[in-house]
């Protein structure tokens, strides 16, 4: 599906914490500011229903897919505010009954669920003063999921998948790749715009990522920085930390300039 007037986009960033019914509240403050700055496509971060000191909790308040209080908050602000809402990352039941699936819903303007994408890398980290294993309470995804919207072929990426750049090549070609996420502020400082610039540049599309970004009452720091970057590399939208919404349109002759110019999505040998 390919798109031929420039649509309005949003990212949104959040600082969540442990309290599942404050985090949808002010999801859906931001979702609202979202909607009112003209966005039809809106993106939230990973976890923002939920980030707990303990990984725990977020088991225990996994939802079956189709139902649960997360999964009913999206599908009715998507339908309130007539726009594609991308839900962030969402804790669903996985087969391990110790796990869940961080999944990526979306939902049309309708309310109908369209997508989801379940975070197939799974983030290990350990420098001797910060350690992270998230498969120890994730259970990974098999699938590369894209979908049509009003902004054309989006592309659905999580966090550390951003690492990974052959995923992408397999979403085949995209207008929009979409890559919530939650980078510790260690590896954000020292990778987050670089790799996401790559990403824009490598596969001659939009690149929206929304994030956690700040300081969280369990005492976690998220890097930030939710960004929205063009075709060609460039930054059109950021936002450094605190919650907050960044918007950018993207533009369908953008992308055909950059692809007609620099043709090397053509010229590739390698699959």
């Known amino acids: 599906m390919s798109f031929d007037a420039p649509v309005r986009i949003a990212a949104i960033q959040t600082v969540s914490g442990p309290d599942v019914t404050e985090n949808l509240a002010i999801a859906g403050d931001l979702v609202a500011e979202a909607a009112q700055a003209g966005a039809q496509v809106v993106a939230l971060p990973e976890y923002f229903p939920l980030i707990s000191s303990d990984e725990a909790d977020k088991v225990r308040l996994r939802e079956r897919d189709g139902s649960g209080p997360i999964q009913q908050f999206l599908q009715a602000a998507a339908r309130r505010h007539g726009i594609w809402l991308i839900g962030g990352t969402s804790p669903l039941v996985a087969d391990a009954g110790d796990k869940v699936r961080n ?41 590369v999921v894209t979908f049509d919207a009003p902004c054309g072929r989006v592309g659905l990426s999580v966090c550390y998948d951003l690492r ?72 059109l939208a950021r936002r450094a930390e605190g919650p907050g919404v960044v918007v950018a349109d993207m533009d369908p002759a953008r992308i055909r300039d950059v692809r007609t110019r620099l043709p090397a999505l053509s010229h590739r040998r390698l699959s």
């Open 164 to 235: 990974f750049p052959e995923m992408f090549r397999a979403m085949g070609a995209v207008d929009l790749i979409v890559l919530p996420a939650a980078f510790t502020y260690t590896t954000g400082q020292a990778h987050w715009e670089v790799l996401l610039r790559a990403r824009a540049i490598e596969n001659q599309c939009y690149v929206m990522a929304p994030a956690q970004g700040g300081r969280h009452p369990s005492g976690r720091r998220t890097f930030g920085d939710t960004l929205i970057i063009d075709p060609w590399g460039e930054v």
């Open 103 to 143: 999944a990526t819903l979306v939902f049309n303007p309708d309310g109908e669920r369209v997508a989801r994408y379940d975070k197939i890398h799974l983030f290990g980290f350990d420098n001797g003063a910060e350690r992270y294993d998230e498969a120890e309470t994730i259970e990974p995804g098999e699938a």
